[in-house]
């Protein structure tokens, strides 16, 4: 399903999908794209990614904060390994198991979730 969620973002050089389930439920989703009420190209005129552009799990765990909901040891679905900055959002919103479905080329956002103990699960595309 998070592959279905990220074909909504308008980028073009990748397209990431998250999802936040607790209780056997989706409390939150989000993919990466430009912030509410801006254009919707996360590109600049040379290709390369806009500065303000938000990942897909800052926008699920943000999303998660304007809400009545939390994210407390809850399960997070996304498309592509986090990257550090999300490592940092992903622990502070309690979340405790990560799973994934591309490695990312930094693995230092897997290694931070990891010192913070929480779970982390690989399934390749493949699989």
């Not at 998250?18 to 794209?33: P, Q, R, T």
């Not at 992903?90 to 897997?110: F, M, W």
Request: charge should be negative.
């Amino acid at each position: 399903m998070a592959a279905v969620w990220a074909e909504n973002s308008y980028c073009q050089r990748r397209q990431v999908g998250a999802l936040i389930v607790k209780d056997k439920m989706i409390i939150s989703d989000g993919y990466n794209g430009t912030p509410s009420g801006f254009e919707n190209n996360c590109e600049d005129e040379t290709g390369a990614t806009k500065a303000y552009v938000l990942h897909a799990e800052a926008n699920a765990i943000t999303k998660i904060a304007c809400s009545n909901n939390n994210s407390k040891g809850a399960t997070l679905y996304v498309t592509a390994s986090p990257c550090i900055e999300c490592a940092k959002l992903i622990i502070q919103a309690g979340i405790k198991r990560v799973v994934y479905s591309e490695k990312y080329r930094l693995t230092e956002g897997i290694e931070l979730l990891e010192r913070a103990n929480i779970e982390i699960v690989y399934i390749g595309k493949e699989e």
